[in-house]
């Protein structure tokens, strides 16, 4: 597999803002990618297991309202996972006297920039059960409370799909996979990163949300990004960008 800094050489070509297409100096991309997967396994088993759970008990018992419950719990997650991202990690929150706005500096503000400033660090491209265990509990402690087969099964596939959400942003930044699904949500990401893509292409595992929200990526470049094949292929057209000579 390999590893790969987060600026494609085609898209920085295209697209005037997109950091230089270097190889980060210093940065040992295959040490960093085990300490974030280290940070990724157990939160993945741990949510995993108790979301087939959830889905399976509600698929045994009613499995009309649980076919029903999934896919709206996906719907449900990419939505979240798009307001949490422009309002939370992208949110300005000052301090303040209030014990509340104290607390709410204190936790959120600057939670994401280092993430941005350092996009190659392995400790802060994710989260982990320690972050985010209080919520999943509450939401399946009231999902659990309703006794419904169908807000159990939504909120199991609410869970997973942020599990899905974190290992492809974990992906996006050190791994080149094949996929055209892969292939856009990279590029997607990429142009978050870039310099006039702060402000814009939040979504983390797709691009629903930037388009129903006014934050998808202009036109102009969103044709230098995912320049289409006229003639009908539909393959971006772009050649693909080379591989570090040391990369393993």
Not at 174 to 199: A, L, T, W
Request: aromatic share 14%.
């Amino acid at each position: 597999m390999a590893y790969v800094d987060v600026a494609d050489e085609s898209l920085s070509k295209a697209i005037v803002g997109i950091p230089e297409p270097q190889w980060p100096r210093g940065v040992d991309l295959a040490y960093e990618s085990r300490r974030g997967r280290r940070r990724l396994y157990p939160m993945t088993i741990a949510y995993t297991l108790l979301c087939l759970t959830l889905m399976g008990w509600a698929a045994w018992h009613a499995p009309l309202q649980a076919a029903l419950g999934i896919p709206l719990g996906v719907l449900g997650w990419t939505y979240l996972e798009y307001l949490a991202h422009r309002y939370v990690l992208h949110g300005v929150f000052p301090d303040g006297k209030n014990p509340w706005q104290h607390f709410l500096h204190q936790r959120f503000d600057g939670l994401h920039w280092f993430h941005h400033l350092h996009p190659w660090n392995g400790v802060h491209i994710n989260g982990t059960v320690k972050d985010t265990g209080i919520f999943v509990g509450l939401f399946v402690s009231l999902a659990l409370w309703t006794g419904s087969p169908f807000w159990i099964a939504l909120i199991g596939a609410f869970v997973q799909s942020y599990v899905f959400e974190e290992w492809v942003h974990h992906s996006v930044h050190f791994y080149r996979f094949k996929n055209r699904y892969f292939q856009y949500i990279r590029r997607h990401h990429v142009y978050h990163h870039s310099p006039r893509g702060g402000k814009l292409a939040y979504g983390l595992s797709n691009g629903l949300w930037d388009v129903v929200c006014g934050t998808r990526i202009p036109e102009a470049d969103r044709e230098l990004l995912y320049g289409r094949d006229r003639t009908g292929g539909g393959r971006p057209t772009a050649p693909p960008p080379q591989e570090p000579a040391h990369a393993a």
